[in-house]
């Protein structure tokens, strides 16, 4: 294999990890963690540049450069706010700093077992690097080693061994189908090949296939009803990884569906992957929207906050055509870096207040003014407000569809809608009113999150023709 | 010579469906750790049958995983730690034992009916194969829902994935198993682990999974 900007994406982080993990003071390994992650980044753009020749086992095209660039954009940004956020569980002694340094080694693992799910061109490849994805996060959501952690970790591992056998199972059933026309041995595993030959797969095994990779990796996206590790385990961890499960995490789960979705999808007798998408995709909106109301926890709303925009963007893909297509990609992007935003934000008020409780933090507006009105901001552009980014894939999305589902259309608009009320009438609490808890200033690096914000604003109300393009390009190879 | 190799295997994978449901309703968990260790010793047989008849040399290592790790080292594991968590008592069922096993002979017809259907193109043993895996499959999530002890629970996924590496080890020709059997012994380690820190932490008074109930979902 010859080195390149692909083996770079998968060595840079791997490496790191590796060194992380022995390295013993913490802010040193904090800034290590920053600069592998800003390489990462710099790898990853390179590939708009440079673009590596694919082969059996990595693969690179205009679809997982769009998920890698994401990626690796928003582990940097979380890398900076990590930073700060770890050094004050530390000095409250939350986290020791032997934890720390495993924490930091995981997060470069995870960075690595995600890149390598999106270059993966073999399907038992990507199956493997999303077990591991899911492994590292499962250890960190039960770093704080709480009861209450340990339970999330537990649970989270349970259901997701459960999502992560089923996809294995498809996975198996995708090569039993291919291998007739193939022939045995890897090239049955490669994703490119079995693209380009699907048309003569049995469609029959192809449909039971299906069902089970969604299945599978339908847990991981935390589409409903199997979502049910996603909030505890957004809930329990600690936040920079919230931020990365909702930021990341689902999207590469998502990925994994697409790039089934595409096989499915060059076979004329299988059955049409959408519909059970999505099926699924509007009942985690409404689902998810209606358990807004009564939460208690702030990380946890937002968490089934997260499974709403996954069903949004799920059903945006399962709609398909260029144009529902376009608005889910971009809704992946602006949902990835809204949400990681108000993490971040979600992160410090946890910090300051010294409690998720919904009721016990108040008047964040007053105490703290620079931290309550981003988390407005970040609010506002979540629940689709303009002249933010989400705002304007949503309206994509209901514009695409709308004409040839009106009804379906109008239950994801009704979902999107109670969502809004929902995270208003919880944000109300929060940010203003009486200030409640305590009132230190808050000790945070602001720079990730209002630049996550800067872009989502940028992004509703300009995007560059460059960048249109390359998404309608990408639009037209999911079909 | 290839009716006795089609014979033979039909025989081991059949016989890993009928100790899914030998676990399906053993009440005791020394028990069920006995049920599975014999689960995992008939998946290592079939595995290496499947290598002999497939003149797949790879395969062995999955086989001599599965012997090893999965029916020798993971079932005492486990058995200690029983032991020490002092619950060798009766497993609270969700479901009583005969509606359970009622279930599970829906699902392997279920299994049947959806696999042998879809399947016709592929040879017969690959066909029967599937059409058994997916039936320990479903077995393994039966155990998992119907089981309330988190000991049990991971026995059921065990064996699930026990089904998994029988489907994998019957699609011939498959690339990665043997990688892949590696990654899933892996994540056995780790929820063994899981179950042994519990305990060390002193966290949990039980593992009963009722008893995690109360901390579940708001913090109040």
Redesign the interface.
Known sequence: MTFDALTALLLIPAVAAAILALLPDYRLTAALNVLAALLTLATAMSLFVVEPASGQYLLVDDLNKVFIVLTTFVGFTTSIFSASYISHEIEIGRLTPTFVRFYHAMYQTLMFAMNLALVAN?I??M??AV??AT?TT?LMVGIY????A??A???Y??LG??G???A??GT??V??AA??VIG???D??VWSVLVARAAQF?P??L??AFVFLLLGYGTKVGLAPLHAWLP?AHAEGPTPISAVLSGLLLNVALYALLRFKMIMAANAGAIAPGPLMVAMGLISVIFAALMLYR???IK?MFAYSSIEHMGIIVFAFGMGGALANFAGLLHMIMHSLTKSAIFFAVGHVAQVKGT??IADIGGLTVTNPVLGWGLVLGVVAIVGLPPLGIFMSEFLIVSSTFARQPWLTAILVLGILIALGGLFSRLNVVVFGEPKGETKPAEASYVPMFAHLALVLAAGIYLPPLLVAGFSNVAKLLG | MHGLEFDVAHTLAGSLVLASFMLLYQDRLYALLNVYALHAFVLALSVAWQAFVQHAPHLYVTAAIALLFKAIIIPVALHRIIVRLGIHREIETALSVGLTMIGGIGLVALSMV??L???P??DAL?RED?AF??SV?LLG?LI?VTRRN?VS?VVG?MS??NG?VL??TG??????VV??SV?FS??IA??VI?IF??RI?E??DSVDIAA?DR??G???
């Open positions: 073999n038992g490849l199956w493997v077990e591991v492994l499962v080693r709480t009861h209450e340990l339970e970790a537990w649970k591992f349970i061994s459960v992560i056998a089923l294995l199972f198996i059933l090569y039993m291998r007739p045995e041995g890897t049955a595993m049995d029959a095994l449909d039971v505890d939460r208690r926890d946890r998720q409780k | 959806v696999m259907r879809v399947t193109g592929a690959a599937l895996a997916l499959v999530l998992m988190a629970q996924f699930l994935e998994l489907a994998a699609a011939k020709g498959m690339p990665l990688e892949i990654a892996v994540l780790f929820i899981g820190l519990f932490r966290r949990f995690l901390f579940r708001e913090r109040r």
